[in-house]
């Protein structure tokens, strides 16, 4: 009698067992559907296609509508000649928990983006690069930001002490970089450095050497651009 006893309550502890597992599984489900739903209903509206630095860009417009192995999608006319791969592109849809799809006729991914930063999603397309997709307000408050950029700047110490002038323009230099111009009579590190390329880049100024140095610089709490990382002897770039 113990021994059946013994039987009954290990069966009833595995059956329990059991019971939690398909729970546990139940709720992973929902929470998964519902960061997927949730992730579509975020989707809808006007969004900016570009390259990092938006020297490129192209307008989609992302509805909820089904289609075939998707959702509808608009884009403007000049998508094509500015990204020639947005040819292809006739749908969206999300793929597992966090993939916004722009995809072809098939369902086949044209390119695939995942949330780096709240509302900006990044996507690799292998043999071209690095692809960027935001909410439509946001970037072109973006482009405003880089125009407020061009112009001239001083480099000084944490302790005020100027240590090179320089001038950012918007002359393309190469794909989403412009040119960057030292003034005479710079701080020897800053001359040795001596950057010919510029970018904005999330928040960052990003300066570039000819040799693929890089300094990037942002903006504190006084309105002030800091090299990051920061250290006990700033440099810092300022307006003029």
């Known amino acids: 009698m113990i021994a059946l006893r013994v039987v009954v309550f290990a069966v009833a502890a595995h ?42 860009t ?3 417009t992302i509805k909820g509508d089904p289609v075939a192995l998707g959702f509808k999608l608009e884009l403007e006319p000049a998508c094509k000649t500015a990204l020639p791969f947005t040819k292809d592109i006739v749908a969206w849809s999300v793929k597992g928990l966090d993939i916004v799809r722009l995809q ?8 695939d983006f995942t949330e780096v930063e709240a509302g900006i999603f990044e996507g690799l397309r292998q043999g071209e ?47 989403d970089n412009f040119q960057v ?19 904005l880049e999330r928040g960052q100024i990003i300066l570039m050497s000819k040799s693929g140095d890089v300094w990037q610089f942002e903006a504190d709490d006084n309105a002030q651009w800091r090299r990051v ?12």
């Open 15 to 56: 059956l329990a067992a059991i019971g939690a597992v398909a729970a546990s599984l139940a709720v992973i489900g929902i929470a998964h559907a519902q960061d997927a739903t949730t992730l579509k209903k975020e989707m809808l509206g006007q969004w900016e296609l570009s390259t990092t630095e938006r020297s490129k």
């Open 58 to 60: 192209c307008v989609v």
């Open 104 to 111: 072809d006729a098939t369902g086949e991914a044209v390119i």
């Open 129 to 175: 690069g690095v692809y960027i997709l935001q909410d439509l307000a946001a970037a072109r408050s973006m482009a405003k930001s880089m125009d407020q950029m061009i112009g001239d700047w001083a480099m000084v110490r944490g302790n005020g002490q100027p240590v090179c002038g320089l001038t950012l323009t918007n002359t393309e230099a190469s794909p």
């Open 181 to 199: 111009f030292l003034k005479p009579k710079c701080d020897a590190a800053v001359a040795q450095f001596n950057p010919t390329q510029w970018r």
């Open 229 to 240: 990382p920061d250290t006990a002897d700033p440099l810092i770039m300022l307006r003029q």
